[in-house]
């Protein structure tokens, strides 16, 4: 084995055995704080529950706009292909007047 | 157990998570005295330069207790807080400066005879010097990455097996062995450089 990994590994052993530090009691009030922490966040679906109400809510408008918006866009869209179609006749029929008199 | 966490078993652990999870607050009581010493330890091991260990400490516990709905209970509740305890440490070190190659005169008395001795006597160290080469261990392993010293302390000092390290880190074992390996490597070379000095 290379020298230095020896001395590595006897440095390591004797580091292993070397007695850990003693965990101290928690401090003072961490408890209180993170039994307050959990309190907040099991309150917290209410303000989720709250952004849904309004996700959906935003939704259903959008929707209610959509359909409502939906036969004006419709109409303007059939009106238009009238008026296209007409002109085209229009135009046709006197193009029949000019080539056939 | 060895941590010092208080003894619980299994089903005691899996009670007080169902208890926990329908709001009891005995039972979120209980799961933070159970945890709590395992959390101290691991953020003490892996703590930034100038992180308070209270603070860490108290991030990583909030962090469980509020997330307690997602455990899925397919690894043991310490794995769990663990990897929550090793990723919090890693996120605040992550952009800490690696310290300098140790030289000789930064060491303490001690320090410097555990490296004489290894240099010179092929005999294991004396029960004296173990706190000493902990130290000189510390030293040397600080100017490792933030992962691959905290692997490093899992396997070499804590005597952890693959499996193990896996469990707590969420790693997949070819990546930690990779990892190791060129751990190793780099503590080779500071600790040749050290080498050098020694007379």
């Not at chain 1, 052993?13 to 209180?32: H, I, K, M």
């Not at chain 1, 529950?49 to 036969?71: E, F, Q, Y």
């Not at chain 2, 070190?93 to 555990?114: F, Q, T, W, Y």
Request: proline share 6%.
């Amino acid at each position: 084995m290379n020298p230095i990994d020896d001395q590595i590994n006897r440095l390591f052993r004797a580091a292993q055995n070397a007695p850990s530090p003693d965990v101290a009691p928690p401090p003072f009030g961490l408890e209180t704080r993170v039994l307050a922490a959990w309190r907040g966040a099991a309150e917290a679906p209410a303000t989720f529950w709250d952004s849904a109400v309004l996700t959906r809510g935003l939704i259903l408008a959008g929707i209610i706009m959509a359909v409502s918006i939906l036969p004006a866009l419709n109409s303007s869209s059939v009106s238009t292909s009238s008026i296209v179609g007409d002109e085209v006749t229009s135009a046709d029929t006197s193009v029949d007047a000019d080539a056939y008199p | 157990m060895k941590d010092g966490s208080p003894l619980m078993t299994d089903e005691q652990v899996t009670e007080c998570l169902a208890r926990a999870r329908e709001g009891d607050e005995k039972a979120v009581l209980d799961i933070f005295n159970y945890m709590y010493p395992h959390v101290a330890k691991l953020v003490q091991a892996n703590l930034p330069v100038r992180e308070s260990a209270e603070d860490l400490i108290q991030q990583v516990c909030v962090k469980v207790v509020t997330h307690l709905d997602q455990f899925s209970g397919k690894v043991p509740l310490l794995h769990w807080v663990s990897r929550i305890a090793v990723n919090t440490c890693l996120n605040q070190i992550r952009h800490e400066k690696r310290r300098p190659e140790v030289r000789l005169a930064d060491l303490s008395e001690d320090e410097a005879a555990v490296v004489e001795h290894l240099a010179h006597s092929p005999s294991e160290l004396n029960a004296s010097d173990q706190v000493a080469s902990r130290e000189l261990v510390d030293k040397l392993l600080d100017g490792l990455k933030p992962q691959d010293r905290l692997l490093m302390r899992l396997m070499y000092l804590e005597g952890r097996q693959l499996e193990d390290i896996a469990g707590i880190t969420g790693w997949n074992k070819a990546m930690i062995k990779v990892r190791v390996f060129r751990a190793r490597a780099q503590l080779r070379k500071r600790y040749s450089l050290l080498m050098k000095e020694s007379p």
